[in-house]
């Protein structure tokens, strides 16, 4: 049986509609500034998520292909080719995990290291231009509905 939706709902209004796609608006411009510098660098933009969430790694000892999927919500074969992409371009190599040697650590070659450093500061310049634009949208969004 479904589970019904016990959260109350109410009737949002013209200035909430507004300001809700003003947000995804600002949001789909980031996500569309971060795919053309990750092109104007010669990778897409999947291959610049996977480097960066493996070099992010949240707190992580190591990342996995399985990782790398699940941080990407994406398949475990389309993470493996990912993967096999960025290998042969030489921007990330496979190690072992000498406690399970079924599974390999993904770990960033010198040359993804400093593709992604320079493509994560374009990144945060441009999070420290928006950075305002975001927060006001989520303060207004964290706000109790007036009624």
């Known amino acids: 049986m479904p589970r019904r939706n016990t959260a109350r709902r109410t009737r949002l209004s013209t200035a909430e509609f507004i300001q809700l796609a003003a947000f995804r608006h600002a949001l789909r411009r980031f996500l569309h500034f971060s795919e053309t510098a990750a092109t104007r660098s010669g990778l897409t933009g999947q291959q610049y998520q996977a480097l960066l969430a493996i070099r992010g790694g949240a707190g992580r000892r190591y990342?996995?292909?399985?990782?790398?999927?699940?941080?990407?919500?994406?398949?475990?074969?389309?993470?493996?080719?990912?993967?096999?992409?960025?290998?042969?371009?030489?921007?990330?190599?496979?190690?072992?995990?000498?406690?399970?040697?079924?599974?390999?650590?993904?770990?960033?070659?010198?040359?993804?290291?400093?593709?992604?450093?320079?493509?994560?500061?374009?990144?945060?310049?441009e999070l420290r231009r928006i950075g305002p634009i975001i927060h006001g949208f989520l303060e207004e969004l964290a706000q109790p509905d007036k009624i």
């Open 63 to 125: 990342v996995t292909i399985n990782d790398l999927a699940r941080d990407l919500l994406i398949k475990h074969n389309s993470a493996v080719g990912l993967v096999d992409r960025l290998v042969a371009r030489g921007l990330l190599m496979r190690k072992r995990i000498p406690e399970d040697r079924r599974k390999v650590q993904l770990q960033l070659s010198h040359p993804g290291e400093k593709v992604l450093r320079d493509l994560a500061s374009i990144h945060r310049q």
